[in-house]
């Protein structure tokens, strides 16, 4: 079984910043596909940044690209996610998700659809005011 804790959530405001951390194992961080995903009150939990663990692809969606940057902190088996530049539309509870690796290599697991993950914790929620 994989553990994915995430935390560092809170209440911001527009324009700020925070960084979540996704507490997990080494071998988690080399071994899975990695995601971070998000789930906004009445919408559909979406994409934010996808990683491949086969040769660190990253997918940033329209949502995070150029003020999410995800990263992964061996020392600490942390998968961490900066939000710079938050938006009142950033407002979700914010999951880590975790899938086997399946795709032969040059190939990667599309960046979208939460039904490529197999692995998931229980989110952590960020709340951006105007």
């Known amino acids: 079984q994989v553990q994915l804790v995430e935390s560092g959530g809170g209440l911001v405001q527009a324009g700020g910043s925070l960084r979540l951390s996704c507490a997990t194992s080494r071998r988690s961080l080399n071994y899975y596909d990695l995601a971070w995903f998000r789930q906004a009150p009445g919408k559909e939990r979406e994409a934010v940044v996808c990683?491949?663990?086969?040769?660190?692809?990253?997918v940033y969606t329209d949502t995070a690209e150029g003020r999410f940057t995800v990263s992964k902190d061996y020392a600490e088996s942390r998968l961490y996610l900066q939000m710079n530049n938050l938006k009142p539309d950033d407002t979700a509870v914010y999951y880590c998700?975790?899938?086997?690796?399946?795709?032969?290599?040059?190939?990667?697991?599309?960046?979208?659809?939460?039904?490529?993950?197999?692995?998931w914790g229980y989110g952590t929620q960020v709340t951006v005011s105007s």
């Open positions: 998700a975790a899938a086997d690796p399946k795709y032969p290599n040059g190939q990667h697991r599309p960046c979208g659809p939460r039904y490529e993950y197999d692995y």
């Open positions: 990683i491949s663990s086969s040769d660190g692809h990253t």
